[in-house]
């Protein structure tokens, strides 16, 4: 059997023999996000660590779990805290948490991280619903032989970002009177933030704001016939663009400072995607 496969099936039976809970949604908590869990009723929390095979990093015990429960009445699975490709990880792994929540039942996959703003009018602390994004600087989790059972081998990207979520969002934003703006996200490796030229090159190509996740798992979800959407916390204006230097501190301050914010927008347009599907 496919060795990528085989490792999925064991973490979903291990998660499986640990819960029986069915999310119709799954949300990836990005920086900004912490807090979000306060929102859920919840029902059960499972540990990475608590999965056989589950790729949790040895290097700095990687704190992460999944949080079972209810967003108002909508059954909901939370990776609060994902994988990145950058601790080291093969791609297949940085995506197989999210391969796992389809596995589980979430038919609708709700993706939030925290970006360096490109675009000129954007400023940090914007909210930006991602509309699309660009993906060829990180190697395709798609990969390697292709997992039948998963999806087809060339799936179709020209609305990854669902076209009916995106209008929920935008309607829910202007209900809460929050400002949102919408772009294209990049992904890049990191982890080091980029150089004023890099950030030159990603606004020439076509990006609003710059990442070091997401779009791969996009991609796996994608491919396992996910509906998406997704919210970015513009936590700072890339690299060039401010005069300073760009520190962690400042990104998570900046995306703290928005929380509250970017914490209502997802749990109303959750409760609005779930009356709609
Ligand atoms: N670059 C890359 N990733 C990021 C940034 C950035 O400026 N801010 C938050 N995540």
Do not use: W
């Not at 700095?60 to 967003?71: L, S």
């Not at 950058?86 to 979430?106: F, K, Q, S």
């Not at 980029?194 to 798992?217: F, H, K, N, Q, W």
């Amino acid at each position: 059997m496919n060795p990528t496969y085989e490792k999925l099936m064991k973490c979903f039976d291990s998660l499986r023999a640990l819960t029986d809970f069915k999310p119709q949604l799954a949300l990836v908590l990005g920086t900004g996000l912490g807090n979000f869990a306060e929102r859920i009723r919840i029902v059960q929390t499972v540990d990475y660590h608590d999965i056989s095979d589950f790729p949790v990093s040895t290097v700095q015990g990687h704190k992460g779990r999944y949080v079972f429960g209810y967003v108002d009445a909508v059954p909901v699975v939370i990776m609060q805290g994902r994988v990145h490709y950058y601790e080291g990880y093969d791609i297949a792994d940085v995506v197989l948490p999210i391969r796992l929540m389809r596995l589980m039942g979430a038919e609708v996959l709700f993706v939030t991280n925290a970006s360096g703003g490109i675009c000129e009018t954007f400023h940090a602390g914007d909210l930006m619903l991602i509309s699309d994004h660009i993906s060829s600087f990180v190697p395709s989790p798609l990969r390697g032989e292709n997992m039948d059972e998963l999806g087809t081998r060339f799936p179709d990207m020209t609305d990854a970002y669902d076209p009916e979520l995106r209008t929920i969002i935008r309607s829910t934003a202007r209900k809460e009177d929050i400002p949102l703006q919408e772009g294209v996200y990049l992904q890049l490796p990191g982890p080091q933030f980029e150089t004023p030229a890099e950030i030159r090159m990603a606004r020439a190509l076509g990006a609003d704001a710059v990442g070091m996740s997401t779009a791969c798992e996009v991609i796996a979800a994608r491919h396992m016939g996910m509906r998406i959407c997704g919210i970015s916390c513009v936590s700072n204006m890339a690299a060039g663009m401010s005069g300073g230097p760009l520190l962690h501190e400042e990104v998570q301050q900046n995306a703290d400072m928005a929380a509250p914010r970017f914490e209502t927008l997802v749990h109303r347009s959750i409760t609005a995607i779930a009356k709609s599907i």
